[in-house]
């Protein structure tokens, strides 16, 4: 029995981008994907994003919808999922909504201990970013974060696949044409394991049609 399941959650355009081609923060989904999206978060323990997309959005996503927060509150979790930030730079402006969203909010990162005391403000909690997944991972569940949707960005999500880590990805395809070199899996990637494109690599657990052309799309990694 895994100690930990990771999920992928994307928006992205029928060319398999997240951005547009100048950068920059980009909202590809409409109203089903943002369903679907808070749905995940309601699973979630803990959402990791990246350096890049923190600084491109300066906030992260909630779940807005109440019956979803009163699940959690049920389970007698907290109303979001912990908010925990993969990033070895701390050039984050402290005025950015992120840091007055509702959340808490960790940070992952090679620092040691001594360096988040003395200027890592703005979050609860420091953890460090081990040589591997696994065992940062296997860290994170020990403090109950068993549960983990990735929300970006291409580089944290390519760190995983390299390292077989994702065990769920979640797509939404959404009726754009964009181009440019923003695309879900950088371009430039040669490290991908080769189990990966198996072909029993990966089962279609569900695909949906989200309104508004959208298409959800969901694989499992086949284990």
């Known amino acids: 029995m895994k100690e930990y ?57 909630l779940i807005r919808d109440k019956k979803l927060i009163r699940t959690r509150l049920s389970n007698g979790r907290s109303k979001q999922p912990i908010a925990i930030v993969v990033s070895n730079q701390k050039d984050f402006c402290q005025d950015w909504p992120f840091f007055k969203q509702p959340i808490k909010r ?13 200027g890592f403000s703005g979050y609860e909690r420091h953890l460090y970013l081990e040589n591997n997944w696994s065992k940062t991972l296997t860290n994170l569940a020990k403090k109950g974060i068993t549960k983990i949707v990735i929300l970006g960005g291409a580089k944290l999500a390519l760190s995983l696949f390299e390292s077989d880590h994702i ?36 089962t279609l657990e569900r695909s949906q049609f989200l309104g508004n052309s959208e298409l959800l799309i969901n694989y499992k990694r086949n284990i």
């Open 5 to 61: 399941w990771v999920r992928l959650v994307l928006a992205v355009s029928l060319d398999g981008r997240l951005a547009m081609p100048s950068g920059g923060k980009t909202n590809l989904g409409n109203t089903g994907d943002r369903k679907a999206l808070e749905q995940s978060l309601c699973w979630a323990d803990g959402v990791l994003i990246g350096g890049e997309t923190l600084r491109a959005h300066q906030s992260t996503c």
């Open 106 to 118: 960790w940070l992952l990162n090679k620092s040691p201990e001594k360096a988040f005391q003395k």
């Open 167 to 202: 065990d769920e990805i979640q797509l939404t395809i959404t009726p754009k044409i964009i181009g440019g070199e923003y695309t879900w899996i950088p371009i430039k990637s040669q490290n991908l394991s080769k189990l990966l494109s198996c072909d029993n690599a990966w």
